[in-house]
């Protein structure tokens, strides 16, 4: 595809369920970013995959928050007993290798009810 | 950690010229992006500084100032489909990005 895609592009979930949040990436980017961002503030950053590798987790808010990318291409968040406050717009971006621009996807809207 | 800085509103004329300031405090600095984020959009790349000076791309320019930890985006002759908000992310020697709040910029006629 021409760019990162995200899916699902909204999800409504039950507070308490388990989610997972899809990142595909521009094919070939090494380097893959997931932040959070809600009303008014800018992306917060969870986690950065280099390749298969998480590079960096120091983000992710609990032990609620997993991510993982097995063939260095395509990204899984998965958050658990998830909570009211987890509601945020998830933000996924890729790059070619670290320290350049990162294409964003069009986020996934995550609401806990 | 990182502390950074943008004002949180600012309003302009169209064709009008306008400076965002960011200011940032942090360990391993390795360059500053400047992201243009549309309502309900994602963020698009606009700039990126890593050396100190002015960087021009047409009716945008940023500048960057390591020692003073400040950066600033310029928009010239603004256009009404310039109103956006406007994050100042700092790059670190560790690979990630760490953004500020934005700016929202409203352009008037």
């Known amino acids: 595809g021409a760019g990162v895609s995200q899916t699902p592009s909204n999800k409504v979930t039950e507070k308490g369920k388990y989610v997972e949040l899809r990142c595909d990436p521009i094919s070939g980017h090494t380097a893959l970013y997931w932040y959070r961002q809600s009303l008014g503030q800018g992306p917060e950053f969870l986690i950065y995959f280099q390749g298969t590798g998480a590079a960096d987790d120091s983000g992710l808010p609990n032990d609620r928050f997993f991510a993982v990318r097995p063939e260095g291409s395509v990204s899984t968040l998965k958050i658990q007993r998830t909570e009211r406050g987890d509601s945020a717009v998830y933000l996924c971006?890729?790059?070619?290798?670290?320290?350049?621009?990162?294409?964003f996807g069009q986020g996934t809207r995550l609401t806990v009810v | 950690g990182q502390n950074i800085d943008q004002p949180t509103e600012m309003t302009a004329t169209e064709g009008a010229i306008v400076q965002i300031n960011c200011t940032y405090q942090?360990?391993?600095?390795?360059?500053l992006f400047w992201y243009q984020q549309h309502a309900g959009e994602a963020p698009t790349f606009l700039s990126y500084?890593?050396?100190?000076g002015l960087e021009e791309k047409g009716r945008f320019s940023s500048f960057l100032s390591r020692s003073k930890g400040y950066s600033y985006l310029l928009l010239k002759e603004l256009q009404m489909k310039d109103s956006a908000s406007y994050l100042c992310a700092v790059l670190t020697n560790a690979g990630k990005s760490t953004f500020g709040d934005g700016t929202t910029l409203t352009v008037k006629p």
């Open positions: 942090t360990s391993g600095f390795n360059g």
């Open positions: 971006a890729s790059s070619p290798r670290s320290n350049t621009e990162a294409f």
């Open positions: 500084n890593v050396l100190d």
